[in-house]
């Protein structure tokens, strides 16, 4: 076209994404007391390819990242962090929880979660929290139940009265489908691998995706009004 405009090469544009600053998932959401999904999945990282083994002669290896997410009661993603594929997933709640600006009331995730530390990491957050998270089968009661009950011991006495099926569905467990909607959107819209090669990179490619993941959701929900 003529023009004196400089042009990045492949390099200068990869240099870039590892450093360029990413704004924070909650921008533009009203500061209400939220509800807090979490869950995770794996991501394929992309390698040198079967081209470079066969030349090479080298061992095809897989190498998977785990994308954690948190969603809210509406679908948005308002937080993310990726890490190895062998980290677990209740180290990661507070990453999530520090992304959140917001007063938890709920906080759902599987039965992955149920560990202290995450019941320690939502009361550090937001101290009237309720955790939905249902315990192992195998899971038994504190010592001070019978006095002074946790909120994990009244979950395992509801649990027992109700039955597990019946306590899902009246404790509201059933909207971690929330945090399982969003990562099939994801890998339906971005694929299910990552593209960058450096962690730094990987880490702003999946906040991306998530933030473009909002905001296809926010322009295709309708705009509903009532009409007299």
Known sequence: MGLTLPCPEHTTLSRRHATVAIGPLQKGVPQEPTCLIVDSSGLKVCGQGEWHTQKYGEKQHKRWKKLHIGVDAHGQIV????????????????????????????????????????YVAVRGHSPEAQVIVPPRKDAVLSSM????????????????????????????????????????????????????????????????????????????????????
């Open 79 to 118: 937080a993310s962090t990726v890490t190895e594929s062998s980290e677990q997933d209740p180290s990661q709640v507070p990453a999530l929880l520090s992304q959140v600006d917001r007063v938890i009331t709920r906080f759902i995730g599987d039965g992955m979660y149920d560990r202290e530390p995450v």
């Open 145 to 228: 139940a019978s006095t002074a009950p946790t909120q994990r011991d009244q979950l395992m006495l509801a649990i027992e009265r109700e039955g597990r099926f019946a306590w899902k569905r009246r404790s509201g467990y059933y909207d971690q489908a929330y945090a399982e909607n969003a990562f099939s959107r994801f890998k339906r819209t971005f694929g299910d691998h990552l593209r960058a090669k450096r962690e730094e990179s990987q880490e702003r490619e999946a906040a991306l995706a998530c933030q473009l993941l909002n905001r296809m959701r926010k322009l295709g929900r309708p705009q509903s009004y009532a009409v007299s």
